[in-house]
């Protein structure tokens, strides 16, 4: 089929295509001109780029945004008048992007530097396969974005709550920080009102206030005591400021809150603190003062009270001129004007004019940067004044008695010392003097020790002992021992120590120490204790004499009477009878002796004996008493000898005979009496100017403890074996006597068993 057998049916069809198509074309060609239009009058810089991204066109806008001309663009590649225009640095990152944007697929919105502006460049591939670039001038948007941004971070990272609601109270935004507060999250707290955080303990009359203040337009700023969404409350200090719009109508409220719960506590507990500070210092007995130049600001009850003021009385007035007698006034501000700041006394003035001593200190405080206060401390020091009066007197009474003491101490009869630290550190004349020394240097300085013999009576060093009747001193008090001290000429001497310890004036513990000389006490006890013994001795002795007695009595005298009687019996032969008279006889001799020998102790008892001094020739006398017992002697079966000069010249010395002869005749008699064996010498040796004599035994001997008591009275060596040795104990305290009276002495040398010599001398 070809055209001309179209049918009608055909062309009407073909007809109302055409129609069609004249009408799509109008309106293209409306539509283009409506675009370009859009083109031309766009706000945004347009380019229109073809298939080969070269630049078809540019709007106006363009042009102005970049200052760049539609001639020196139109033709030019996109890469090409990107390379003209952007800064080589940024070019090849930029390049890449833009190829990216115009080949790929476009990107919303692309931000380009471009001289000072910001662009912002987006691209859209047409149908036709041509692309658009759309650029905004995105400058102060940008600034703006940015401006917002540091808003936003500020307000985010706000250490404040940051709220901000409607006209009614509800909430639009939070920050973080409310979160962390309030315990709302944002999402929470939005649409809620405000009043979710109220804890109900502020009166709603302050709301109130707070909602007029605000719908005025004003700022207000408050505390509000907030509860949290768990139940904690919280301290806010908030100002809230009204937003208002261009015409001045207000659409949103601006709460900055900050927590001040802490500061709330801090501060409560400053409060408190002073509070407490305060009573403390009502109930103290100081006065305590802040005054400025004497006006009274603050002042506590004590000092009220100290002056018999009500705290009324005192507030605000003149406090120096109401508690300072007004003669002391000059001092008090002369002090205050040189800030003198170390307690002194003065006179304080009661209400009712009674005046008293004070103690008062003061000094500059700072207050709120004011200078002009001082702060003031006042004691009542009236009791401690009286107490210092008390201690002068006391001090003047202790100087009073140190000084008795002294001179107690000086004169007294007995050495007092004083010892410190182990030392004599003080002494009075009676030690000096005692001590034989010249002075008290000489003593003074010394350890006890020195002023004492090395050793003590008890065999102790002085020296250790000293300090150890020291150390006794100390921990008891007291002390008191007997003590042998030296003088400074060598005499030891026992003292009676007494130590006692006391302190010194400057309350150091030293040693006061008395010695009383106990010489003569100790003499006498000694003598005491000898004539104790004495006396025991003597009282043994007289009961053995009693008993020797009845002894050397009863025997002869029994034997008298008994062969008396038997010569009475008819019919006795001569032997007999002479045998019982030769007893007799022997009994009356040996109570004779015994007889005189009682007569002559008591004679010398009785200190009747008398010497009669004659020319004695002692050769004779010794051979007549030689011959006188030498049957004895020789009955006895012992050895006899008499040893003489050997000059064998007779001598003669002056002396009584009769004693002489008594002496020697006693001791004769005790050699032969004592011994069962052996030999018997007696004789003299003469010396420069006397004659030693001696009788020598072999006989019993006496033991060594003994050989002084045969002296005694009354003395038996042995008193059991007298049994076996008549004797009534008398003859050696005769001959002992004897030898006195004459002018010499008698010993003896002895051992027992072995034999005795006796020894007497005679002044020539
Ligand atoms: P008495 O009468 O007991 O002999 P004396 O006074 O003559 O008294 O002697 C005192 C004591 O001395 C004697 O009892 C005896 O113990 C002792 N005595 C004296 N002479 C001797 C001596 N030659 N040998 C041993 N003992 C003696």
Redesign the pocket.
């Given at each position: 089929m070809n055209g001309t057998d179209k049918t009608r049916e055909q062309l009407i069809e073909e007809n109302d295509q055409l129609k069609d198509r004249i009408t799509s074309l109008e309106k293209a060609v409306l539509d283009f001109d409506h675009y370009y239009s859009i083109f031309k009058g766009a706000n945004d810089g347009i380019i229109c780029f073809d298939k080969g991204l070269r630049v078809l066109d540019v709007n106006p806008a363009f042009v102005e945004m970049t200052g760049i001309s539609k001639d020196e663009i139109i033709g030019k590649s996109g890469f090409s008048l990107a390379k003209q225009f952007i800064g080589i640095k940024d070019l090849p990152r930029i390049l890449n992007k833009l190829r990216k944007m115009f080949l790929d697929e476009p990107i919303e919105l692309y931000e380009l530097n471009f001289e000072d502006k910001v662009l912002g460049i987006s691209t859209h591939k047409q149908i036709n396969g041509q692309r658009v670039a759309i650029i905004r001038d995105i400058t102060k948007s940008k600034k703006a974005e940015r401006e917002l941004k540091k808003l936003s971070t500020a307000v985010e990272q706000s250490a404040n709550t940051i709220v901000i609601t409607n006209i009614d109270g509800d909430i639009e935004y939070t920050n973080p920080k409310f979160t962390d507060i309030t315990g709302y999250t944002a999402a929470e707290a939005l649409g809620q009102n405000l009043r979710i955080l109220n804890s109900g303990s502020q009166p709603k009359e302050y709301y109130t206030e707070m909602w007029k203040t605000l719908s005025k337009g004003k700022i207000w700023k408050g505390e509000f005591h907030n509860k949290s969404k768990e139940g904690r409350f919280f301290w806010e200090n908030v100002t809230i400021t009204p937003i208002k719009d261009d015409k001045g109508v207000i659409t949103n409220y601006l709460a900055v809150k900050e927590d001040i719960t802490e500061k709330k506590a801090a501060e409560q507990a400053l409060k408190d603190s002073e509070d407490r500070f305060r009573q403390l210092s009502n109930v103290s007995f100081e006065g305590t003062l802040i005054h400025r130049k004497g006006i009274a600001i603050d002042f506590n009850l004590s000092l009220a009270r100290m002056f018999g003021y009500e705290r009324e009385e005192l507030l605000g007035t003149n406090l120096i001129e109401k508690i300072i007698p007004k003669e002391y006034h000059k001092t008090i501000s002369e002090n205050i004007n040189k800030n003198y700041a170390d307690p002194y006394e003065i006179i304080g003035k009661r209400k009712d004019g009674s005046t008293f001593y004070v103690e008062i200190e003061s000094r500059y405080i700072h207050i709120d940067s004011d200078d002009s206060i001082r702060a003031t401390a006042i004691r009542d020091i009236s009791e401690r004044k009286s107490a210092e009066r008390e201690l002068l007197k006391a001090k003047e009474r202790t100087e009073e008695s140190e000084k008795r003491f002294r001179e107690l101490f000086e004169k007294s009869g007995d050495p007092i010392l004083i010892i410190e630290n182990g030392n004599f550190t003080d002494c009075n004349q009676a030690t000096v003097d005692l001590l034989k020394y010249s002075s008290k240097d000489d003593i003074l300085n010394l350890h006890p020790s020195i002023l004492s013999p090395d050793l003590q009576p008890d065999g102790r060093k002085s020296t250790e002992k000293a300090n150890e009747m020291m150390e006794i001193a100390l921990e008891n008090g007291t002390n008191r021992f007997e003590w042998d001290h030296k003088k400074s000429n060598g005499e030891v001497f026992p003292v009676e120590v007494l130590l006692t310890a006391i302190s010194n004036e400057h309350n150091m513990v030293v040693i006061h120490v008395v010695w009383r000389d106990i010489t003569v006490r100790k003499k006498a006890e000694s003598d005491l204790v000898r004539a104790l013994k004495k006396a025991e001795e003597s009282d043994q002795l007289k009961s053995a004499f009693l008993a020797n007695m009845s002894h050397e009595i009863r025997t002869p005298m029994n034997g008298i009477l008994g062969f008396s009687e038997l010569l009475k019996e008819p019919g006795l032969s001569g032997d007999e009878k002479n045998n019982y008279i030769s007893v007799i006889e022997q009994s009356g001799e040996r109570m004779l002796n015994t007889i005189n020998d009682l007569i002559e102790m008591s004679k010398l008892e009785a200190g009747q004996m008398y010497v009669s001094i004659t020319e004695v020739n002692v050769k004779k006398q010794l051979e007549y008493i030689y011959n006188f017992f030498k049957p004895e002697v020789d009955k006895k079966g012992l050895q006899f000898s008499l040893s003489t000069n050997t000059s064998g010249s007779d001598i003669s010395i002056k002396t009584d005979e009769e004693k002489l002869y008594g002496i020697l005749t006693?001791?004769v008699k005790?050699?032969i009496?004592?011994?069962e064996a052996g030999s018997i010498e007696f004789g003299y040796h003469e010396k420069d100017n006397y004659i030693e004599f001696f009788?020598e035994?072999t006989?019993?001997?006496?033991p060594p403890d003994q050989q002084q008591s045969?002296f005694e009275r009354f003395?038996?060596?042995?008193m059991t074996?007298?049994r076996a040795?008549?004797?009534?104990?008398?003859?050696?305290?005769i001959?002992k006597a004897n030898v006195e009276l004459l002018g010499g002495r008698i010993r003896v040398e002895?051992k027992e068993g072995k034999?005795?010599t006796?020894y007497f001398t005679i002044p020539a």
């Open positions: 006693n001791l005790n050699a009496k004592y011994t009788v035994d006989g019993i001997g006496i045969i003395f038996q060596a042995d074996k007298s040795y008549e004797g009534a104990g008398l003859g050696l305290a001959t002895s034999g005795s006796f």
